[in-house]
């Protein structure tokens, strides 16, 4: 079974400080990994993702995140927020089951605030 | 990334009614899922749309209060049935080229029941 924990459902931040979204998943077997924003009254938008190869990959709108698997972590920064960036992010899972690729599992969601 | 379109973007209805949402997609994809987000909650993905047969349910959910249908690679439609207060959430309609690969989502409708 696969599964994501996402610490903090909300994070507070002041305009221009570092952004640092935690998650951690379970997977018995290699992840594929993503995180999503969602805006208020939009549907889910691809911030970024891991599948194979470098382990920091770089999303958009100045969003990146690390897989470290020995921490079964892959947490999402970002240098400087913006006032823009408020929204809910979530983290998603997907692994291998028995017949495949599974569908993904998604975190219970970070609602992210930046203050002026 | 595909471009997908949920019809109706919002709804208010009746309890005991039923509501049937539309998802289009401007190409061909071979997944197609539908998820539920209730209000202040993560997503739970209701079922995935087969082309041409039935759709595969999650735990907790049945065809018989959420029938789909897929009747070619660029459309599905979740029916949500005999509705309740319960059923209020916003659910989406999303698509992949492969399962377990990335998922690109629709805008969602917004469901509230009275």
């Known amino acids: 079974a696969q599964s994501v924990t996402q610490l903090g459902s909300h994070v507070s931040v002041s305009e221009g400080a570092l952004v640092l979204l935690r998650c951690n998943y379970s997977?018995?077997?290699?992840?594929?990994l993503f995180w999503y924003v969602q805006y208020p009254n939009q549907g889910l938008q691809l911030l970024l993702k891991?599948?194979?190869?470098?382990?920091l990959v770089k999303g958009i709108n100045g969003f990146e995140a690390e897989f470290k698997k020995s921490e079964t972590s892959f947490h999402l920064t970002k240098p400087s927020a913006h006032m823009s960036d408020a929204a809910e992010y979530f983290c998603?899972?997907?692994?291998?089951?028995?017949?495949?690729?599974?569908?993904?599992?998604f975190g219970s969601g970070t609602r992210l605030q930046v203050q002026p | 990334s595909a471009v997908i379109s949920q019809k109706p973007s919002r709804d208010i209805c009746q309890r005991g009614t039923s509501l049937t949402i539309q998802c289009q997609v401007d190409?061909?994809?071979?997944?197609m899922f539908w998820y539920r987000q209730q209000p202040g909650q993560s997503l739970t993905l209701i079922a995935t749309a087969n082309q041409g047969s039935e759709a595969t349910y999650e735990s907790g959910f049945v065809i018989d209060k959420f029938p789909i249908s897929r009747p070619n690679l660029t459309f599905s439609t979740l029916t949500v049935s005999n509705m309740s207060p319960e059923d209020s959430s916003i659910y989406l309609c999303s698509v992949s080229g492969t399962m377990g690969g990335t998922q690109y989502f629709g805008p969602g409708t917004r469901l509230l029941v009275l």
């Open positions: 190409s061909q994809v071979t997944m």
């Open positions: 997977s018995s077997v290699p992840p594929y």
């Open positions: 998603a899972v997907t692994s291998l089951g028995d017949t495949g690729r599974r569908a993904l599992t």
């Open positions: 891991y599948t194979t190869g470098a382990t």
